[in-house]
Antibody, heavy 125, light 113 residues
Framework: QVQLVQSGAEVKKPGASVKVSCKAS????????MHWVRQAPGQGLEWMGI????????SYAQKFQGRVTMTRDTSTSTVYMELSSLRSEDTAVYYC??????????????????WGQGTLVTVSS | QSVLTQPPSVSGAPGQRVTISCTGS?????????VHWYQQLPGTAPKLLIY???NRPSGVPDRFSGSKSGTSASLAITGLQAEDEADYYC?????????????FGGGTKLTVL
């Protein structure tokens, strides 16, 4: 079965960086793009970007351009999201989420079928 | 604010029908991009509820249905049950001069009275 297992909670000081990992299993890692989505406490979902695990290409939300880097390691079926210059507003649960849903011969992209369990990143001095 | 607009909250009694709207624009829903819906129970990751505007993944009860028209979409829940109390999010794709990317609605909290 498909599983996305993320790294544990982090506490960081303002200005620091955080790197969250997401290990995939139960499917062919390079066949599905991976999104990163975050959710601040009591707030809605915010899309951060997407990575193609096959070639490593990325696309980031304009809001995070210059601060976020998404990478992958095909040898361990793991994707990473690094966010730099952290501020208190970056306190949130960060999710990795697999793109794509196929049913009855039809496949849809830009839809999320599987989510990681989430990683809480707390930014506090 | 979110690119897709949802009401912050809706409520209904058990057995009733409720709808949640998702309003976009000509660069997302109105451009023909599909709308998807997610259900998020407290303390858990979101779960795909409706994909491709109106399709249910296996295991999702047929009490949940989705539709899309013009620049808007809707999620309907009939026969409301206590376990439906959750946050609901619509999601689509947006393509404009500033780039192309996934977009979410702000979320709607459903309260079962």
């Amino acid at each position: 079965q498909v599983q996305l297992v993320q790294s544990g909670a982090e506490v960081k000081k303002p200005g620091a960086s955080v790197k969250v990992s997401c290990k995939a299993s139960g499917y062919t890692f390079t066949s599905y793009y991976m999104h990163w989505v975050r959710q601040a406490p009591g707030q809605g979902l915010e899309w951060m970007g997407i990575i193609n695990p096959s070639g490593g290409s990325t696309s980031y939300a304009q809001k995070f351009q210059g601060r976020v880097t998404m990478t992958r390691d095909t040898s361990t079926s793991t994707v990473y999201m690094e966010l730099s210059s952290l501020r208190s507003e970056d306190t949130a649960v960060y999710y990795c989420a697999r793109d794509g849903y196929c049913s009855g011969g039809s496949c849809y992209s830009d839809v999320i079928d599987y989510w990681g369990q989430g990683t809480l990143v707390t930014v506090s001095s | 604010q979110s690119v897709l607009t949802q009401p912050p909250s809706v409520s209904g009694a058990p057995g009733q029908r409720v709808t949640i709207s998702c309003t976009g624009s000509s660069s997302n829903i109105g451009a023909g991009y599909d709308v998807h819906w997610y259900q998020q129970l407290p303390g858990t990751a979101p779960k795909l509820l409706i994909y491709g505007n109106s399709n249910r993944p296996s295991g999702v009860p047929d009490r949940f249905s989705g539709s899309k028209s013009g620049t808007s979409a809707s999620l309907a829940i009939t026969g409301l049950q206590a376990e439906d109390e959750a946050d609901y999010y619509c999601q689509s794709y947006d393509s404009s001069l500033s780039g192309s990317h996934v977009v979410f609605g702000g979320g709607t909290k459903l309260t079962v009275l």
